[in-house]
């Protein structure tokens, strides 16, 4: 069974930058059919994709994120990163990493990890 | 602000229906399949519905998805108090480049 597992500071500073790993176990980060994507929630409001990666290394991100997110791979660990610069109280969130399924006009979110806050405070 | 509009709140007894909408537009439903995810409290999003209408392994047929135009639905027969939660559609916006998940619909089993 596919797990992924997040990582990271729960406490960031204002203006820094937050940082993020997902860890998958049970099937390999090295599939061509699948991406890896990023989502958050502020508390109590709804679900915003931040952006997706494919082990190859090609990206995708909101455009409304685009200018402040780097998603990257490390397919000898079987994890995929976040960074997310000059953050402010906005940001704060839960992190969720899941698998990105999309295939023509098709797109799916099909595994999940748990969740991490992350808040924005000094 | 999200593209694909869902009623806040929806509330029905135990072992009754109710049909969640998802009001989008040309540049995501109506052109691009609908997902629908549900978020019990305090956990993660669970993928319910892919591809407008198919269940992942382990979903309950009880669970279904349908799309016309521009509007996506979910249904959920015979309700049970563990279907207490949010829901949430989703779909690929072509024009925006980006995916976008709805506003969310809390559902309460009286």
């Known amino acids: 069974q596919l797990q992924l597992q997040e990582s990271g500071p729960g406490l960031v500073k204002p203006s820094e930058t937050l940082s993020l790993t997902c860890t998958v176990s049970?099937?390999?980060?090295?599939?061509?059919?699948?991406?890896w994507g990023w989502i958050r929630q502020p508390p109590g409001k709804g679900l915003e994709w931040i952006g997706s990666?494919?082990?190859?290394?090609?990206?995708y991100y909101n455009p409304s994120l685009r200018s402040r997110v780097t998603i990257s791979v490390d397919t000898s660990k079987n994890q995929f990163s976040l960074k997310v610069s000059s953050v402010t109280a906005a940001d704060t969130s839960v992190y969720y990493c899941?698998?990105?399924?999309?295939?023509?006009?098709?797109?799916?979110?099909?595994?999940w990890g748990q969740g991490t806050l992350v808040t924005v405070s000094s | 602000q999200s593209v694909l509009t869902q009623p806040p709140s929806m509330s029905a007894a135990p072992g009754q229906k109710v049909t969640i909408s998802c009001s989008g537009s040309?540049?995501?439903?109506?052109?691009?399949?609908v997902s629908w995810y549900q978020q019990l409290p305090g956990t993660a999003p669970k993928l319910l519905i892919y591809?407008?209408?198919k269940r992942p392994s382990g979903i309950p047929d009880r669970f279904s998805g349908s799309k016309s135009g521009t509007s996506a639905t979910l249904g959920i027969t015979g309700l049970q108090t563990g279907d207490e939660a949010d829901y949430y559609c989703?779909?690929?916006?072509?024009?925006?480049?980006?995916?976008?998940f709805g506003t969310g619909t809390k559902v309460t089993v009286l």
């Open positions: 899941a698998r990105h399924a999309r295939y023509g006009a098709a797109t799916k979110f099909d595994y």
């Open positions: 049970g099937g390999p980060i090295s599939s061509d059919t699948y991406s």
């Open positions: 990666i494919h082990y190859g290394g090609r990206t």
């Open positions: 040309s540049s995501n439903i109506e052109n691009n399949f």
């Open positions: 591809e407008d209408n």
């Open positions: 989703g779909s690929w916006d072509s024009s925006l480049s980006t995916y976008v």
